[in-house]
Every structure is written in C-alpha cells, then in structure tokens.
C-alpha cells in the first residue's frame, strides 16, 4: 500500500516537473520572441530617423 501510494506520487510529481519544464520552454520562446520584435522596432526607428536627418540635411 506505502509503496503503491509512493509510487503513484512519484510519478505524478515527475509528470507536473515535466509540464512545468515545457511551460518554461514555452516563456524563454515567448520572451525570445518579444526581444526580437522589440529589436525589429528599435532597428525600424533608427532607420527613420537617420532618414529623417538625411531629408533636413538635404532641403
């Protein structure tokens, strides 16, 4: 009986440690993700702005 029940939440506890490794996978990529679309941004505003400042140089 002990070690059936030892048994059973071993196995339970292992099945939620491996959720938990796949939900923090999951958030590295999200935050991964959301630095690469921040980076896209920054690198689209520069871009503007140096135009911006060519056109002021230019007229």
């Known amino acids: ?3 059936s ?3 059973s939440l071993s196995k339970t506890l292992n099945n939620v ?3 938990l490794m ?3 996978k999951e958030i590295m990529r999200d ?3 959301s630095i690469r679309r921040s980076e896209k941004i920054i690198e689209e505003r520069e871009k503007l702005i140096l135009a ?3 056109e ?3 007229a």
């Open 17 to 19: 440690q491996i959720k």
């Open 5 to 7: 029940l030892t048994y």
């Open 31 to 33: 935050r991964k993700d």
């Open 22 to 24: 796949k939900k923090q």
């Open 56 to 58: 002021r140089r230019n």
């Open 1 to 3: 009986m002990v070690i």
């Open 52 to 54: 911006e400042k060519r």
